[in-house]
């Protein structure tokens, strides 16, 4: 009760447009530091290279939220590619994951479409990938109507699939040999499209990974839960399924121990590495996910 409460609380602040733009001025404040690698791509990069050294890739990610206008979307779509760039200067091993609102899905389709062009030629030219990031139901069928239009074109972009809807496996079907990050799904969605218990969303979480593996198709596992975690090394491993076809991924500054064990047992472990300035709607969905994650933005509170 207490949960679903805060739960619900966060998920209504991460998407207050006042607080989402004062935010932008304050700096990392409430402890975001901690799950977020500074404003710059600069400070980006040099996590990556830290992370790098660990044993572990990562996917970053150019924090951003409402974006309304034309200029704004064109702005993201330059510090995405300034972030391919920067990313084959300094060598490391890293994609990049986007969202298409802020690419201006909300303002123009065809614009967003025609920024994700751009993209993909620089992701194309420096031998990258681009993941696009699932957002809430409402972008979830444009989403993959522009997915398939790009991947008549491109073969280094895939997207993501929540396991809380209930479409999710059905859907799943016509994705079949193509790479997707699995996820258990971050937005407050209604009963009408998704599952809202943990226990059904585990469970079809479980079901649409080994789908997608027994596929043959490469499968992100992002999640942070280490019974989901193991139950998937057991089964690739009874399925003689190689380490080569999936991977583990975690968000930065979560479960760190947890993350560099899974890359010393030999398995392709990614750390997705948020930056940027609008980091205030991404820390308010890491809190809804997890109120213990609240101890982060007290601590944070109290620290310069
Ligand atoms: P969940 O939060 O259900 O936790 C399960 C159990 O794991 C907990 O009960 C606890 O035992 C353990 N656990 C979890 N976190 C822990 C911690 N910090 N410390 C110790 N134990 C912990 N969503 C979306 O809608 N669209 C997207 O594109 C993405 N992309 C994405 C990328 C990556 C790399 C990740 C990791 C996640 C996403 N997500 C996402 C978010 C995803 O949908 C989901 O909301 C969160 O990952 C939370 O679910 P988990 O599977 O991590 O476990």
Redesign the pocket.
């Known amino acids: 009760m207490v949960e679903k409460f805060s739960k619900n609380f966060f998920l209504y602040l991460s998407k207050n447009k006042v607080l989402n733009k004062g935010a932008k001025k304050w700096g990392l404040k409430l402890g975001a530091a901690q799950v977020v690698a500074g404003v710059s791509i600069d400070s980006v990069m040099k996590t990556v290279k830290h992370l790098n050294d660990k044993g572990l890739v990562c996917?970053v990610d150019h924090l951003g939220e409402f974006v309304l206008n034309k200029e704004e979307a064109v702005e993201s779509t330059q510090v995405c590619i300034d972030t391919l760039e920067a990313i084959s200067a300094t060598g490391v091993n890293c994609n990049l994951?986007l969202k298409l609102t802020q690419l201006g899905l909300d303002i123009d389709r065809q614009l967003c479409i025609d920024n994700m062009h751009r993209i993909l030629e620089v992701a194309k030219k420096t031998n990258n990938f681009v993941r696009i990031?699932?957002?809430d139901y409402a972008h979830y069928h444009v989403t993959l109507e522009i997915l398939d239009e790009l991947q008549k074109k491109y073969d280094n972009v895939g997207t993501?699939m929540?396991a809380y809807l209930y479409c999710a496996s059905k859907d799943l079907e016509n994705l079949k040999g193509r790479s997707l990050?699995l996820?258990?799904?971050?937005?407050k969605e209604s009963t009408d499209v998704s599952f809202q218990s943990?226990e059904e969303i585990?469970k079809n979480?479980l079901a649409i990974i080994k789908q997608h593996l027994l596929n043959g198709s490469y499968t992100a596992i992002?999640?942070?839960?280490?019974?989901?975690i193991e139950n998937v090394k057991r089964f690739c491993a009874e399925k003689q399924i190689p380490k080569t076809q999936f991977e583990f991924?975690?968000?930065y500054g979560?479960?760190t121990e947890l993350q560099e064990k899974i890359a010393a047992e030999g398995y392709t472990m990614?750390v997705?590495v948020p930056f940027g300035k609008d980091w205030y709607g991404y820390f308010m969905r890491r809190l809804a996910?997890?109120p213990?994650?609240v101890s982060f933005a007290l601590k944070g509170l109290f620290s310069k």
Do not use: C, P, W
Request: no cysteine; net charge neutral.
């Open positions: 996917t994951s990031d699932m957002e993501v929540q990050r996820v258990k799904g971050a937005y943990k585990d979480y992002a999640s942070h839960d280490h019974e989901i991924q975690m968000l979560f479960r990614r997705y996910e997890r213990q994650n």
